[in-house]
């Protein structure tokens, strides 16, 4: 049997085929959008390429146009102090380290853990119980908002969209308290 031949990905205004660095293969269940990112060749250019929205919902959200901008820079901050103060818990908790004598404990950076901590305990009070759970299902246990309508025993299309509402409601609360939407 013949071997099936790759197709090349050429895309409007760019030069040539060889400058389309688009993946021109990808498996039938991928779910990607397209993203404008730094050319790591050329500084200072930008390129177009495929990123992988399946296992993101923030991603997702953003690349089907549900929620703007400030909200998914709002999401993706919220996601890295929930990441910081994890880690800062995690890592006291380790009891695989080998326990050695003499040399410096290197612990987590307890000053970034700690500002993280505050920032997330001023956005829980802002944002109330039910959506800072809503959140945190989202950005920390990556469930899509079918999953977390499901979740908290809502399975229908109305409450999905009520779930939904109430995320990019808190993105939004989020966005406005640090700074990131106008």
């Given at each position: 049997m013949?071997?099936?031949?790759?197709?090349?990905?050429?895309?409007p205004g760019l030069r040539s085929p060889a400058h389309?660095?688009?993946?021109?293969?990808?498996?039938?269940?991928?779910?990607?959008?397209?993203?404008?990112?730094?050319?790591?060749?050329?500084?200072?250019?930008h390129i177009t390429v495929l990123r992988a929205i399946r296992d993101d919902p923030l991603a997702r959200?953003?690349?089907?146009?549900?929620?703007?901008?400030?909200?998914?820079?709002?999401?993706?901050?919220?996601?890295?102090?929930?990441?910081?103060?994890e880690s800062g818990r995690l890592a006291s908790l380790d009891?695989?380290?080998?326990?050695s004598d003499g040399g410096a404990y290197t612990g987590p950076d307890t000053?970034?853990?700690?500002?993280?901590r505050k920032r997330l305990a001023r956005d829980r009070a802002l944002l109330g119980a039910r959506a800072e759970a809503v959140l945190r299902d989202v950005l920390a246990r990556g469930l899509m908002?079918?999953?977390?309508?499901?979740?908290?025993?809502?399975?229908?299309?109305?409450?999905?969209?009520y779930f939904g509402r109430l995320f990019r409601e808190a993105l939004e609360t989020i966005?406005?308290?640090?700074?990131?939407?106008?």
């Amino acid at each position: 049997m013949a071997r099936p031949r790759k197709t090349r990905v050429t895309l409007p205004g760019l030069r040539s085929p060889a400058h389309a660095r688009l993946a021109a293969d990808l498996p039938h269940n991928a779910e990607v959008a397209r993203a404008v990112v730094d050319d790591p060749y050329e500084p200072g250019a930008h390129i177009t390429v495929l990123r992988a929205i399946r296992d993101d919902p923030l991603a997702r959200l953003r690349a089907r146009d549900q929620i703007d901008e400030a909200q998914y820079r709002a999401g993706r901050a919220w996601q890295a102090d929930h990441e910081a103060a994890e880690s800062g818990r995690l890592a006291s908790l380790d009891l695989t380290r080998i326990k050695s004598d003499g040399g410096a404990y290197t612990g987590p950076d307890t000053d970034r853990v700690d500002a993280a901590r505050k920032r997330l305990a001023r956005d829980r009070a802002l944002l109330g119980a039910r959506a800072e759970a809503v959140l945190r299902d989202v950005l920390a246990r990556g469930l899509m908002l079918e999953q977390v309508a499901v979740r908290h025993g809502h399975p229908d299309a109305r409450s999905r969209y009520y779930f939904g509402r109430l995320f990019r409601e808190a993105l939004e609360t989020i966005a406005k308290a640090r700074g990131l939407a106008g």
